[in-house]
């Protein structure tokens, strides 16, 4: 079993950086991809970005690429998520998630495989 806690959401403005964590329990950590997806109101749950147990890939959805940096800690067992250029369209819920699978599976993207999911955070990005 694998708990997974954001933290790091908030209210920002336009252009601002965040920068989002996920700790995990357990010693299972560096077993997983994790990813971060997001859900603004009214909407569906999309993908964010996603790395790969060892850290060494990445992947994004084309919205987030160059604004957006995931990373991992195996040692912390903990990902992050820094987010830059912060756009009012970035608000949403943040949601971390263990899962099996590549990064640029598109299957993982659709949140399949996916063995735990976070509570997640909410970020505001004001205009």
């Known amino acids: 079993q694998v708990q997974l806690v954001e933290s790091g959401g908030g209210l920002v403005q336009t252009g601002d950086s965040l920068s989002l964590s996920c700790a995990a329990s357990?010693?299972?950590?560096?077993?997983?991809?994790m990813g971060w997806f997001r859900q603004a109101p009214g909407k569906e749950r999309e993908f964010v970005a996603a790395?790969?147990?060892?850290?060494?890939?990445?992947y994004y959805a084309d919205s987030m690429k160059g604004r957006f940096t995931i990373s991992r800690d195996n040692a912390k067992n903990t990902v992050y998520l820094q987010m830059n250029s912060l756009k009012p369209e970035d608000t949403a819920v943040y949601y971390c998630a263990a899962g099996s699978g590549l990064v640029a599976s598109a299957s993982f993207h659709r949140g399949n495989g996916i063995n735990y999911w976070g509570k997640g955070t909410s970020v505001t990005v004001s205009s």
């Open positions: 357990g010693r299972t950590f560096s077993l997983y991809t």
């Open positions: 790395v790969s147990r060892t850290g060494a890939s990445t």
